[in-house]
């Protein structure tokens, strides 16, 4: 399964209701500073559909969003050019660039990530339909780039919507807490050279 | 561009209609052709412009970042998809729904492309139909595969073409309709859909159906061409026909359309349609785009004259069986409830339910029935709520379902009894807005979060706008509550602000070394009566304080109305002068440094700019009938020679042959536009027109070209071998490039 389009979201953990319009700043922040390795484009404002796309940050190769589905705000991290590697390696690429961009809104914002909840998201239904069977047949794969990530933390891996018209949408999440800055580190534990 | 595109054309194959998929086929040759360099960036801009693949903001490159202007270094280099237009630069998809009609599948679909394609939004336009944004161009003949396959086409979307057919959305279930428009629309809509006789009109053709004068909300009078249903009673029985209106618009200057005929025999609509449109490809303005809609030309001929020559060019018109055929059964697009009729039962409804009953309930002429608005924020919508949509379709209705021009959706034929239930339902999607069709309901064109020609930030305000009045509307006084807000980012129009009672537009100011967002106040448009007259500009007032605007002139008319006055009469009476002199102390712009907040737009972090505005598509590129036809002639030479490569010989010649009769035929039409289509009678008529004439000689080659052409004509039945394939093919290539020289040729002997 040559898996690709990749999304990748973490939720917000902080308390109570959040203002999502600083963001539209923040955003554009990133734009003006080339904070990204990738080419970032625009903002776009949804915060008047419910349980929508809240602010997206447009980028060339992914897209970033203050995502509200299912009413649940998390960082949303969208990956939509090709990536290159073998699959675990395009999984922590992706997830790594989500980490980074939640650490960055916790400093420049003060928002509060959690690391122990992370759904990853197939954004291609031919190559990755929302059955069963895909998941059983993803689960040997995802192992390594999900080991990698988690470290020696337990995790679950489940579908979250049994809907065959749903994208395809796995919850990991640890049987332990853990934050984002970990979950870093984990990943950049095992980039190191031995 | 997503990895699984090879993968889906085999995966719809069967289920698009072929003459779709042929169409999509062409459309991504033409792709790899742009991408080869071998097809002209202008030509290739209007190509896809007419398969609904639109230029978005910043798709030049650059961005105002709100210090500097940053360029945008897209991998794809310097390609470009028109002028002044890089490839990889995000862009628009339109996608038409003919008077606005939709299934539950139809929802999915749009659901699925929208979250994987475009930005997770779904936008309903103001003319009924989809918008995706964000789009990537390599994707764009994937999506339209996915469309088809559901019996949705994006082709005329934009560009110099027809554009989607409109229709009241209470067609077949309004109480003052003369009957239902639907069959006719569609009909219409099929008709011209790549019709040889709409590819060459100076500019977009917006056509709209109404079911009544009065009501009419097909909005007739803003339409080139506009059909009111009406009946007369004759030989005892009743006869169906149409009120046709041409030459209205919006735009910077806005025309009313004039009655072209009182009476319009349904049988005629679609021939008469036809003439209107040989007249308008024939006389309409071309080279100036700004002159180009046929409001100008029938503004410069007089209604006399103009439908002389539309009577004179149907009186010659070859019969078509299309005109009629679809009257045998006009009733197959009739709609039936799923559901038994029950009356509300008065069983305790959830909260806000009462409220949205007024607001968004509309019953029916059938009994027992009602149309529910589904009222959407700004025309958006998400994919799971578009999922949501398609299950309560299916739950509630046989999937009747309609996208309005007031960029909202309408589900039909719900049985009153399930009205709690559908509210629910809704309420679960957060769907559940009440407020539809009032003040809180406002309508806004994409603006400059989109659109490459936007001045002002129309989504930015009319969200504000949304968000301050849809938490007042159930207590403001009921004569404000039914007025309609309409925003527009620049003066063309798309955000229908002309026919608003509170309509806005897009401008800019200078104040010292800043540009001001700006919105021209516009009052006392009207929306019923099929667009009955155009608001009156009165000034232009800071971006940020038009909200104030809105408080202060609906204040005044609660306090001076007179019993039962209309605001559009409540205007004219105290005049245009009084209300601007109630926003005066509105205008003047404090400072940078004392008010920074003016000097940004709505949603929008940065210091504002017109820098980012770009060359807009909407009128697409002045492209001549010729040079499409020539531009399909190279795409199948170059067809040939991939069915060369792929070793299906025969195929190939026989293509490298078709493509040689099609630049012939492409000259032959320039002269003769009814050219008669069968091979012998292109080859007769390309004799005596070009060869006998030498108009096709090459300077330094004489007639060989023309000789390759009679050969190939001659042999075109034998069977082919490699090397006479291969031979065909060059021979075609050269064919095509001389029908490029005889143009230049005719083009100068024309201009001389
Ligand atoms: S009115 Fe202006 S800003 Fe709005 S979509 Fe049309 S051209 Fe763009």
Redesign the interface.
Known sequence: M?L??LNVKVFVASPGPIDL?PF??IF??W??RHLTDD?L?????????????GV?L?G?AA?Y?L?Q??GRLGLLY?H???LMGSIADRLCETMRATLLACRRLEHENGLKFSGSEVQLTF?????APNTPKTLEALRPTLQEPLERLYGQAAYTLNRISG?P???LTLSVKSVTPITVTTLLQNLAAERMPA | MKVSNALWRDQVLNAMPPELAHEIDIFETELLLRKQGKLDEKLFAETRLRRGAYGQRYDNGQRWDGKETQQLAYPSGELTKGPNTLWDAPGMLRIKIPYGGLNARQLEVVAELAEEYSDGIAHVTTRQDFQLHFIHIDDTPTIMRRLAAVDITTREACGNSVRNVTACPYSGVCHTEAFDVTPYAQALMRFLLGHPDVQDFGRKFKIAFSGCRETGCGLVNMHDLGAIAVTRTENGGERRGFEVYVGGGLGSVPYQAKLLDAFVPVEELLPLTQAIARVFARLGEKKNRNRARIKFLVAQLGMDEFKRLVLAERAQLPPDPRWTAFLDDVSVLDEKPLRPVAALNGAPAPDGFEYWLTTNVYPQKQAGYVTVTVTLPLGDLTPPQLRGLADIARRFTYETVRATVEQNLVLRWISEADLPHLYGALYALGLHQAGAGTIADVTACPGTDTCKLGIASSRGLAGELTRQLAAQVETLDPAVRNLRLKVSGCFNSCGQHHVADLGFYGVSRHAGNYTVPHFQVMLGGQWTNNAGSYGLPIGAVPAKRIPEVVTRITNRYIQDRQPDESFQTFIQRIGKAEIKQLLDDLTPIPPHDLDPTLYTDWRDAREFTLGDRGEGECAGEIVSRIDFDLAAAEREVFEAQVLLDKGEIQAAGERAYAAMLQAAYALVKEQFYAAPNQPDQIIGEFRTRFYNTKLFWDDYAGGKFGHYLFHAHEHAREPYTVDTTRRRIEEAQLVVEAAHSCYRRLLKLKNA
């Open positions: 040559d690709q389009h319009e539209i700043g554009n922040n734009i003006q080419l484009i625009d903002v776009a404002d949804y915060r008047h559909t419910v349980n929508g796309p997206v447009i060339h897209n969003s995502d589905t299912d969208s939509k050019a090709a954004n291609d239904r031919l190559l809907d018209r749903e994208r």
